[in-house]
């Protein structure tokens, strides 16, 4: 039978860094200094905007220098629990982690770095970390986390093997997932192809009220202390997937679109059997027989889109120099689709959260989104995968709606 053992026991030390005070940037230093930003979603790093902290600060530091085989896990924020591992190929001889990232080191005589590091990223593992989540509005996870957290520990032997085959496996999902987004990209390439640009709509297509098309509701209140960790239904906001719970509130699948913060406008489609939270909309009810995850209506991808209103000219400032603009139900984008059904075609409402014996429905109000193409053409690029530069207008019409919106609801 394999033990099962606390991460704290396996450790050598676990520490998080700092910086200097008046903060830090590119040119502030000579040592890099790594934050949650710096973490990719691979168990790998992101170097485009290093921020540098001056050696004689570096030489004062005791903790938080980072040195090889380290296991990097951010704390708080966002992407609290995300992982990586500083591996052999790490470009930087002198690096330390600033107070947002913890930096865990392995006993390499209790255990395989390599193999703690695919534990802690692993769905278990994830949900071991956010056993110690605690705060509201910018939570995180403290020093706690690692004597919360527990893993099957085999032989040293085994841990390598295991490890080995897990690093062939994450090698292969990479690049997976290259070919995916180069089919993607052909796919929009085929779609400009064949029907234009919808920004300028060069070939007179006929445009709709995304509001004529659509309607949507907001998601349930679910705060994280009243997640399930252990449930195995996912808990879907902006971001996507951000928790478990041991109820749901779907049954099929729903298309999902973040509605604040940084991540107003993501699209995802959620799981089967799942809770959708109020930081998100789902799209309750489609009079077109397409989906908008397959539409091409070149959403806002993540991050790429703001909540920050200019009254004034009522617009949103997107991706690059993109003007999204805001105009409630007068809102247009041109837009080619299979023939609508004659009826209005609805998805299943949402029920009561569901427990297999739960049957109680909940009262909703519907809503409806409303957009338009951008049409600033300054930035002088086409869309594609990589830039989506031509965004439909983030404004939901009836949802929060900005002061400066004077249409009728």
Not at 62 to 72: E, Q, V
Not at 270 to 277: A, F, G, L, M
Not at 345 to 351: A, E, F, I, V
């Amino acid at each position: 039978m394999i033990p099962s053992v606390r991460l704290i026991d396996l450790l050598e030390s676990l520490e998080s860094g700092r910086r200097p005070a008046g903060g830090v940037s590119a040119d502030t230093g000579e040592i890099p200094s790594l934050g949650a930003e710096h973490l990719d979603d691979d168990g790998g790093f992101n170097f485009v905007s290093v921020k540098r902290i001056p050696i004689e600060f570096f030489d004062t530091l005791k903790t938080g220098r980072i040195g090889p085989s380290d296991i990097l896990i951010v704390k708080d924020g966002a992407t609290t629990g995300k992982t990586s591992l500083v591996r052999e190929d790490f470009p930087f001889a002198c690096a330390a982690v600033n107070e947002h990232v913890f930096r865990v080191r392995v006993d390499p005589t209790k255990a395989s770095p390599l193999y703690v590091f695919h534990y802690l990223r692993s769905s278990p593992g994830q949900k071991a970390i956010q056993l110690d989540f605690r705060g509201a509005t910018v939570g995180g996870i403290s020093r706690d986390f690692a004597a919360k957290t527990v893993l099957p520990v085999p032989s040293l032997h085994e841990q390598r093997r295991i490890a080995e085959i897990l690093d062939r496996a994450d090698a292969l999902r990479v690049r997976r997932r290259a070919t995916l987004a180069q089919v993607d990209g052909l796919t929009q390439a085929i779609f400009l192809e064949m029907f234009g640009d919808p920004a300028t709509n060069p070939r007179r297509l006929p445009s709709e009220s995304l509001g004529t098309l659509i309607k949507v509701r907001s998601g349930e209140f679910l705060p994280a202390a009243s997640m399930a960790p252990n449930g195995t239904f996912a808990v879907l906001g902006g971001n996507g997937v951000n928790g478990y719970h041991d109820e749901f509130l779907f049954e099929e699948q729903q298309i999902v679109i973040g509605r604040v913060g940084v991540y107003c406008g993501c699209v995802h489609v959620s799981p089967q059997n799942s809770w959708i939270t109020d930081n998100a909309l789902y799209v309750s009810e489609e009079a077109i027989g397409w989906s908008l995850s397959t539409s091409h209506l070149h959403l806002p991808s993540r991050g790429s889109i703001s909540t920050q209103a200019n009254q004034d000219s009522r617009s949103f400032r997107g991706h690059g120099s993109t003007r999204l603009r805001y105009s409630c139900r007068r809102c247009t984008f041109s837009a080619s689709s299979p023939p609508a059904p004659s009826p209005l075609t609805s998805s299943r409402p949402p029920t009561a959260p569901r427990s297999p014996s739960s049957t109680r429905s909940l009262p909703r109000s519907s809503t409806a989104l409303s957009g338009e193409i951008c049409s600033d053409s300054a930035h002088g690029r086409t869309p594609s995968v990589r830039c989506p530069a031509h965004l439909p207008c983030g404004g939901v019409h009836g949802i929060d709606r900005p002061p400066f919106c004077s249409e009728p609801a």
